[in-house]
């Protein structure tokens, strides 16, 4: 299971962190889940290309006083470090796995890379306006982190005014889950585009396929913005479609700007498939990491998305979880991306948002050249770094031939899952006993894989020890690491790790009766 899927689009299955540790589990295992659905028929239904839902999470919003020590704070233009005047109120602490200091309000959160972080503090319309009239006197803070802060139209209106005086103050504006509409995204689109922001992340807001054009505004306009964010908002197939269209009608001499975008779960099928593709073959398209899990490609998205695109000379990311492709579709992948000069990541595993978003997971079987095909790809794509094979359906006897003639003469590669969902049961035929036979095979094999992919690590990361490179390198191989880092909250972190641990259960439906949401949207 890829992990990157979860921390790239913030999704979280409703699944996970359900039941405690020491209670048993009842929900059916991966692989379980991946052959009950099994391969997808590839029929689409209209409302797969529309959308996927972008509600927030369910949340109530902050009280005026919990926020007021981090608002004075700010206005006061407080860095990192604690007033002097309350100096031993607080403490500065460390922020797990990177050290970086910073200092935590009842509620809020300053580091010293510059980051503001009130993700999941729930300021709603009340309060975006003191945090904004606070941040008018603070020129510390560069990156502006409101993740599930559902601040609606007024809040959009706000950081409209805020851009239009301080166009050059914030670098990041992470943005999920505010309850952001088409009407919202307009009022802020042109700030934003005139902005220095180099990163705008706007997931889980139903922008609708309508906000194609200011996107297209945006994209075009913005000579700093690097990644953009577009997971869950309801663009659409066709709305997608139409964006790229747009972009490949830039006419200027000079690039685009934008590196990476990201669009899980926005219900790209094979139309906005093929306007993607001629964006990738445009003379000023420069995108290094495209992010398209939970959609409904299927084979025939799979075959438009990745027709010619070795010709690309950008792309170095492609995550394709659960896009309901199968081993057809595989082989036009591998085939069409075998020898592409940049590509350093591709993962065609299973996302943990799969049933969550009514998705369909990949199911990769044994046919008469898909092994052999994938051996070519990783033996002759000459920068690739990670292959993310997880939950296939293919046999051990594919596996360990891939892995045989690929993976053990790779000397690119450095980090590689390959497993399946189908085991043998019984001894009864010819194909289980080979089977078996197989798996044990397998089984010694991965001393050898550890072993080539380590020798890999030491060469193309040198000084860098193996632990370091599985524990933190992996994530910058699936995402642009210095726009990933600036996004990096210890509220988020928290949470999603008490969920893995089933030490909290993370509310993903709101309440027929809450009027929460209807009452930030009429703000």
């Given at each position: 299971?890829?992990?990157?899927?979860?921390?790239?689009?913030?999704?979280?299955?409703?699944?996970?962190?359900?039941?405690?540790?020491?209670?048993?589990?009842?929900?059916?295992?991966?692989?379980?889940?991946?052959?009950?659905?099994?391969?997808?028929?590839?029929?689409?239904?209209?409302?797969?290309?529309?959308r996927?839902?972008?509600?927030?999470?369910?949340?109530?919003?902050?009280?005026?006083?919990?926020?007021?020590?981090?608002?004075?704070?700010?206005?006061?233009n407080?860095?990192?470090?604690?007033?002097?005047?309350?100096?031993?109120?607080?403490?500065?602490?460390?922020?797990?796995?990177?050290?970086?200091?910073?200092?935590?309000f009842?509620?809020?959160?300053?580091?010293?890379?510059?980051?503001?972080?009130?993700?999941?503090?729930?300021?709603?319309p009340?309060?975006?306006?003191?945090?904004?009239?606070?941040?008018?006197?603070?020129?510390?803070?560069?990156?502006?982190?409101?993740?599930?802060?559902?601040?609606?139209?007024?809040?959009?209106?706000?950081?409209?005014?805020?851009l239009?005086k301080?166009?050059?103050?914030?670098?990041?504006?992470?943005?999920?889950?505010?309850?952001?509409?088409?009407?919202?995204?307009?009022a802020?689109?042109?700030?934003l585009?005139?902005?220095?922001?180099?990163?705008?992340?706007?997931?889980?807001?139903?922008?609708?396929?309508s906000?194609?054009?200011?996107?297209?505004?945006?994209?075009?306009?913005?000579?700093q913005?690097?990644?953009?964010?577009?997971?869950?908002?309801e663009l659409?197939?066709?709305?997608?479609?139409?964006?790229?269209?747009?972009?490949?009608?830039?006419?200027?001499?000079?690039?685009?700007?934008?590196?990476?975008?990201?669009?899980?779960?926005?219900?790209?099928?094979?139309?906005?498939?093929?306007?993607?593709?001629?964006?990738?073959?445009?003379?000023?398209?420069?995108l290094?990491?495209?992010?398209?899990?939970?959609?409904?490609?299927?084979?025939?998205?799979?075959?438009?998305?990745?027709?010619?695109?070795?010709?690309?000379?950008?792309?170095?990311?492609?995550?394709?979880?659960?896009?309901?492709?199968?081993s057809?579709?595989?082989?036009?992948?591998?085939?069409?991306?075998?020898?592409?000069?940049?590509?350093?990541?591709?993962d065609?595993?299973?996302?943990?948002?799969?049933?969550?978003?009514?998705?369909?997971?990949?199911?990769?079987?044994?046919?008469e050249d898909?092994?052999?095909?994938?051996?070519?790809?990783?033996?002759?794509?000459?920068?690739?770094?990670?292959?993310?094979?997880?939950?296939?359906?293919?046999?051990?006897?594919?596996i360990?031939?891939?892995?045989?003639?690929?993976v053990?003469?790779?000397?690119?590669?450095?980090?590689?899952?390959?497993?399946?969902?189908?085991?043998?049961?019984?001894?009864?035929?010819?194909?289980?006993?080979e089977?078996h036979?197989?798996?044990?095979?397998?089984?010694r094999?991965?001393?050898?894989?550890?072993?080539?992919?380590?020798?890999?690590?030491?060469?193309?990361?040198?000084?860098?020890?193996?632990?370091?490179?599985?524990?933190?390198?992996?994530?910058?191989?699936?995402g642009?690491?210095e726009?990933?880092?600036?996004?990096?909250?210890v509220?988020?972190?928290?949470?999603?790790?008490?969920?893995?641990?089933?030490?909290?259960?993370?509310?993903?439906?709101?309440?027929?009766?809450?009027k929460?949401?209807?009452?930030?949207?009429?703000?």
């Amino acid at each position: 299971m890829s992990s990157g899927a979860s921390q790239a689009s913030d999704i979280v299955s409703a699944s996970e962190g359900l039941y405690p540790a020491e209670e048993f589990d009842p929900r059916p295992t991966w692989s379980d889940r991946v052959k009950l659905q099994g391969p997808w028929n590839q029929q689409r239904t209209p409302e797969e290309l529309l959308r996927a839902p972008s509600l927030p999470m369910p949340v109530s919003i902050a009280t005026a006083e919990s926020l007021t020590p981090c608002f004075d704070h700010i206005m006061n233009n407080g860095t990192h470090l604690p007033p002097p005047t309350l100096d031993k109120k607080y403490e500065i602490e460390a922020e797990p796995n990177y050290e970086t200091p910073y200092i935590e309000f009842e509620k809020g959160v300053i580091y010293e890379d510059r980051r503001m972080d009130m993700c999941k503090m729930v300021l709603g319309p009340p309060g975006i306006d003191r945090l904004l009239d606070s941040l008018e006197q603070n020129d510390f803070i560069q990156h502006f982190l409101l993740g599930n802060n559902i601040i609606g139209p007024a809040g959009c209106r706000r950081i409209a005014r805020f851009l239009d005086k301080y166009p050059n103050r914030m670098d990041t504006w992470y943005l999920a889950g505010n309850c952001i509409d088409s009407f919202g995204f307009e009022a802020m689109v042109d700030g934003l585009a005139r902005s220095v922001a180099t990163n705008i992340w706007l997931k889980r807001n139903p922008l609708g396929p309508s906000s194609k054009g200011p996107l297209a505004r945006l994209i075009r306009t913005s000579t700093q913005l690097r990644t953009l964010d577009l997971d869950q908002t309801e663009l659409g197939d066709d709305g997608v479609a139409k964006l790229f269209n747009s972009l490949c009608e830039h006419d200027s001499e000079t690039a685009l700007s934008l590196q990476n975008i990201y669009m899980n779960a926005v219900g790209v099928g094979p139309g906005a498939c093929a306007s993607m593709n001629r964006f990738l073959l445009s003379p000023t398209c420069q995108l290094e990491s495209l992010y398209l899990s939970n959609n409904p490609l299927g084979n025939g998205g799979i075959a438009a998305l990745t027709k010619d695109l070795t010709k690309n000379t950008t792309l170095q990311r492609l995550m394709l979880s659960s896009t309901g492709l199968t081993s057809y579709g595989a082989t036009a992948l591998f085939k069409s991306l075998t020898g592409h000069p940049t590509l350093i990541a591709l993962d065609l595993s299973q996302s943990y948002a799969t049933e969550d978003l009514n998705s369909h997971f990949n199911y990769i079987s044994d046919t008469e050249d898909i092994t052999e095909t994938i051996t070519d790809f990783i033996f002759e794509t000459p920068n690739l770094r990670l292959l993310d094979l997880s939950y296939t359906a293919l046999s051990y006897t594919s596996i360990n031939q891939l892995i045989t003639n690929g993976v053990l003469r790779s000397a690119s590669l450095c980090s590689f899952s390959c497993s399946t969902v189908v085991q043998p049961v019984s001894y009864e035929s010819q194909h289980d006993k080979e089977e078996h036979k197989a798996r044990q095979v397998n089984k010694r094999l991965q001393s050898r894989i550890k072993t080539r992919l380590n020798l890999n690590i030491e060469v193309h990361y040198p000084g860098m020890s193996v632990n370091k490179f599985n524990s933190n390198e992996v994530r910058w191989l699936k995402g642009p690491k210095e726009d990933l880092r600036k996004i990096d909250s210890v509220y988020r972190n928290r949470d999603a790790g008490l969920a893995r641990r089933g030490l909290k259960r993370l509310e993903k439906r709101w309440s027929e009766d809450d009027k929460t949401l209807q009452e930030v949207m009429r703000s």
